[in-house]
């Protein structure tokens, strides 16, 4: 009776968790077709998945032009992590911006930066050409830096690295941040064209 219940309560711990991380699609490297993306280092991905850098505090950082398939193992990464006993939350950056802004003029900055600051895994979905304000970015950066320096994070882009400082529009924040995503960071680049114009193709060809 009482493992049951043990089961159980773990059960919805762990649904609780998935809610609060907030996916906005729940993905499963499973359904990650390595084979299409030669690029991509699996064994590194898969280990990854066991959630050793969280314990280490190291962070992973997905690179690659739009559709190549970064957004699917960051959620899948940080799904593991759930499952794991972690407290996730997923956040497009543009989204995170626009909510820090917010909290910044109604007086909560701080206590939402508290709770970014519990989390054991942040994932920053979608850094790339958004007019970051000076003040969004300043946001942003200092949630980055607070989230380095206790917890792991996940952070996707289109963005090569020369281009950080145009698009973000700061030289010292954005040496900041790139010193602290490159250091102790998994990187993992993504070349070639979109998941789905490839997948397309392949069905085309299939099917003549
Ligand atoms: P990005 O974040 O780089 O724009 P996504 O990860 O959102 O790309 O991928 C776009 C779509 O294609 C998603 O539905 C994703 O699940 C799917 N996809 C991308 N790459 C793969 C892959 N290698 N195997 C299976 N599905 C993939
Ligand atoms: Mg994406």
Known sequence: MCQLELIERERKAAERRLQAARFPA????????????????????????????????????????????????ATALAMAACAQGKRVRFWRVTELITTLREADQERHLLRMRQQLAQLDLLVLDELGYVPASKAGAELLFDVIGTAYERSSVILTTNLAF??????????????????????????????????????????RSSAS
Do not use: M
């Not at 700061?170 to 010193?179: F, H, S, Y």
């Open 162 to 203: 020369e281009n950080w400082t145009e698009v973000l529009g700061n030289e010292r924040l954005t040496g900041a941040a790139l010193d602290r995503r490159t250091h102790r960071c998994h990187i993992v680049e993504l070349t070639g064209e979109s998941y789905r114009l490839q997948d397309a193709k392949r069905r």
């Open 26 to 73: 729940p993905k499963a490297l499973a359904e990650f077709d390595f084979a299409a993306r030669p690029s991509v280092n699996r064994p590194l991905i898969l280990d990854l998945a066991r959630g050793d850098y969280l314990t280490k505090r190291e962070n992973v950082l997905l690179v690659g032009p739009s559709g190549t398939g970064k957004t699917h193992p």
